[in-house]
């Protein structure tokens, strides 16, 4: 069983940056890599950036160059640090595990547990 915490989330004007903060718990944690999604009102679980089990990162095209995924202080904690923030950038962002290869790690059902999700409002 694993828990994960979301944090950092809030309402910015575009342009701005927040990071959020995805603290994990729980067993065999080592053998999980982390990853962040995003699910905007009326829309399905999109794909945001992710660690493969192999410790390299993977974004979605729309935030390359903008997001950046990194491991926090604590082994258990992944960040994302969000630059130029857009208000399509809205939507509530969830961290998540998985073991998956690396063709599979932007499909949410390979992930094994989510956290609560943590809101991020960009207005105009």
């Known amino acids: 069983q694993v828990q994960l915490v979301e944090s950092g989330g809030g309402l910015v004007q575009a342009g701005e940056s927040l990071t959020l903060s995805c603290a994990a718990s729980?067993?065999?944690?080592?053998?999980?890599?982390m990853g962040w999604f995003r699910q905007a009102p009326g829309k399905e679980r999109e794909f945001v950036a992710a660690?493969?089990?192999?410790?390299?990162?993977y974004y979605e095209d729309s935030v390359k160059g903008r997001f950046t995924i990194s491991r926090g202080n604590a082994k258990s904690t992944v960040n994302l640090q969000m630059n130029l923030l857009k208000p399509a950038d809205t939507a509530v962002y969830y961290c998540?595990?998985?073991?998956?290869?690396?063709?599979?790690?932007?499909?949410?059902?390979?992930?094994?547990?989510w956290g609560q999700g943590t809101q991020v409002t960009v207005s105009s």
């Open positions: 729980g067993s065999s944690l080592s053998s999980y890599a």
């Open positions: 660690f493969s089990l192999s410790n390299n990162a």
């Open positions: 998540g595990v998985h073991r998956a290869v690396v063709s599979a790690i932007r499909n949410p059902n390979m992930y094994y547990y």
